[in-house]
């Protein structure tokens, strides 16, 4: 297939404003021959590429048995009417997937004015 060059031309190149076009008269002389490119599929070789895999996991997902908390109120501090009940968990015992023990602890957070403890150290278990 013989394409001419300047088709092209436009995907290639940038739009040039016409102030930094060449004009006609300087653009060198070209034969016919030189204005066209030529595509071919001479020495061109097909690849086959094949890949197969298999991937297969389980995600163990823990169980939880029971956990210590503390109930505390959080209240906005623009409008101190506003509040939220939360939960504050201080300590998790699990079972995996395979029915071994687990067990998470987690640090009580700092106090702050807006946090107001209604309840410590209340429990509940999970069969």
């Known amino acids: 297939m013989r394409v001419p060059v ?3 031309e436009t995907f290639v190149k940038p ?3 016409p102030s930094f076009a060449p004009t ?3 653009a060198p002389a070209l034969s016919e021959d030189d204005r ?3 595509f071919n599929s001479q020495g061109a070789k097909v690849i086959r590429l094949s890949n197969s895999g298999s991937y297969n996991f389980t995600k163990s ?3 939880e048995k029971k956990r210590t908390f503390d109930v505390a109120r959080v209240h906005n501090s623009l409008a101190p009417s506003q509040f939220v009940d939360v939960e504050v968990v201080h300590r998790l015992k699990l079972r995996d997937a395979l029915g071994n023990p687990m067990s998470r ?3 009580k957070p700092a106090p702050r004015d807006n946090v107001e403890i ?4 209340q429990t509940r278990s999970r069969t």
């Open 118 to 121: 209604l309840q410590q150290n």
């Open 6 to 8: 300047g088709f092209y």
């Open 36 to 38: 066209l490119v030529t």
């Open 15 to 17: 739009q040039v404003p």
């Open 24 to 26: 006609p008269n300087q």
């Open 105 to 107: 602890s987690y640090a």
């Open 61 to 63: 997902k823990a169980t």
